[in-house]
C-alpha cells in the first residue's frame, strides 16, 4: 500500500481482461497500488477499462502471452522500464481443459501445462532477481480446487493444478530466505468467462458418458452460486498486506467443502464414488462425502 511521500507499490497481474484478474487488477488499483494488467490483445479490453473507469481507477495494459518466453520478456521488460520494479506478481493468466485421460492428447497436456505452470514460471523468473535484489515482494499464483481434489474428467486441467501447487510450494521454501513470500489462492466456483469457454467433452469412445455428465452437472448446480470475483479480489489483497501471511488461501463456491472433504475420506472411499454406475446414488454419496448437493433439479 501507498503511504504519504511514497511511490504507490506496483503490481501485475495477468490475464487480466475478465475474471479474477479483471476483479483483482481494479480492486488492487483501488487500493492505491499502481498496477499492469497484461492482456494478450490490448483492443479487447475495451470492458476492462470501462470498468477501471467507473471504478475511478486507471489499469495500465500490457499485451502479454504468457505462454510465450519471448512475449514474457518483452511485456515485463517494459513494466519494468515504466516502473522500476514489481511488489507484486498475481499470476492469473490460466485455461481449463476437459478430457478424461484414456482419451487426450498428450499436446493437450503440453499446451495447458504450458499456460497454467510454465506461464507463472516465466512471469515470476522476470521479476524474481528484482525482488531478490530488494529482499521483498510477493507472488500470488492463482490455483483452484482442482490442484487439491481431481475434478472428473479434468485430466489436463487437475494435472496443471496439481502442478502448480508443488511448484508453489517449492517457490515458497526457495524465496524464504530472500523476504520473497508466496501466496495461492484455491477458489472454486467463481463466476468467470472460462466457464462459457470450457464446453469441450473429447468422449470419442462413449465409454465415459457418465464421466462427462457427472462434470457439467457438477458446474451446472455450482454456476448458480458462483462466487462475485471481487470477493476473491479482496482475498488476494488481504492475503499480500496482512501482517498474518499464510500459504493457502481457499475461497469461493464449494471450495472449502471439497478441499476439506478430499483430505477428510480415504482413498479407497474416493475411487468408489467414482465405481458408482447409477447418477442418483453418485449425487448422494457425493453429498455424503463433500456436503455439497450437485444433483439435477
Known sequence: ?????????VAVVTGANSGI??????????????VFGTVRDVSKAA???????????????????????????????????????VDLLVNNAGVGGNAVAEECPTSMYLEVMNINLCGPVRCAQAVLPGMRERRSGCIVNISSITGKIAALAQSPYVASKFALEGLSDGLAQELAPFGIRVVVIEPGITKSAIFAKN?????QSGAYDPHYRRLFQFYAAGIPAATDPMEVAEVIHHAYTTDSPQLRYVTSWGGKELIEGRARISDADWIALGAIEDDAEYYARFEELFGLDIAPR
Not at 1 to 9: I, R
Not at 23 to 29: D, F, Q, T
Not at 59 to 64: P, S
Request: proline letters at 3%.
Open 21 to 34: 484478474g479483471r476483479a483483482c487488477a481494479i480492486h488492487l488499483a483501488s487500493k492505491g497500488m499502481r
Open 199 to 203: 464446453v469441450d467433452a473429447p468422449n
Open 47 to 85: 470492458k476492462l477499462e470501462a470498468m477501471a473507469t467507473d471504478a475511478g481507477v486507471s489499469i495500465e495494459l500490457v499485451e502479454l502471452d504468457v505462454a510465450d518466453d519471448d512475449s514474457v520478456r518483452d511485456g515485463f521488460a517494459k513494466i519494468l522500464a515504466a516502473a522500476g520494479h
Open 1 to 9: 500500500m501507498s503511504t504519504s511521500g511514497k511511490s504507490p507499490q
